[in-house]
């Protein structure tokens, strides 16, 4: 297998890890909100707390700023 | 081509994310909404870091990926603000009907006092009729 082919199926792999990387994303993120509005619904309530959206933002604002450190 | 196939990957990827935040249907306020997208928000950057940490993305790419999280952002705010206008309409609506029922019902005590009103007319005219009746 020549270099270029290697260095092609390389790049192939990566951006099957990135769209499986995302799906997984997407299927942590339905876990949890899912079991977020279970828990809401089990507590008798009929929508979030202001403090939950608060946090949830919180934690978005703290990866970004990870993530523009990295 | 190698790099041009590594941006699409990661439009799909967003693109993919993007699409799933937008048709859920269990999300019924504008706060459960806005806490999915958050949820999302922060997955995908959980996801980036940890690619970024394993060396998959570089920093050109990492210069790409943060132009995404930043139209993102904006998206997230125009969501936001969209979804806040929702539920102020929805909240509209609802006062709305809650009026349109207070209103029927001041009618219905209103149509119910004019008719009080015509039967005490119409034992007022029968009054007058006796005692013109006796002046004669």
Known sequence: MSANAIQMLEKIVSASIVITSAVSAYNKAMIEITNTLHNMREEGRDDLTDEELAEAQKRVEDLRKEWDAL | ?136
């Open chain 2, 1 to 136: 081509m190698h790099n041009r196939l590594y941006y699409f990957a990661w439009c799909l990827a967003v693109l993919f994310v993007l699409s799933a935040c937008m048709s859920m249907p269990k999300l019924k306020t504008a706060k459960q909404q806005l806490f999915a997208i958050h949820t999302l928000s922060a997955n995908v950057l959980q996801t980036a870091i940890d690619l970024r940490k394993s060396g998959l993305i570089d920093d050109e790419m990492k210069a790409t990926v943060t132009r995404l999280f930043n139209l993102g952002d904006r998206l997230i705010d125009e969501a936001e603000v969209s979804l806040h206008i929702l539920e102020t309409y929805k909240e509209a609506k609802k006062l709305r009907i809650l009026m349109d029922h207070e209103l029927a019902e001041e009618a219905k005590h209103a149509m119910l006092f004019s008719e009080k009103l015509n039967e005490a007319n119409v034992l007022l005219l029968d009054l007058l009729k006796i005692l013109q009746e006796k002046q004669k």
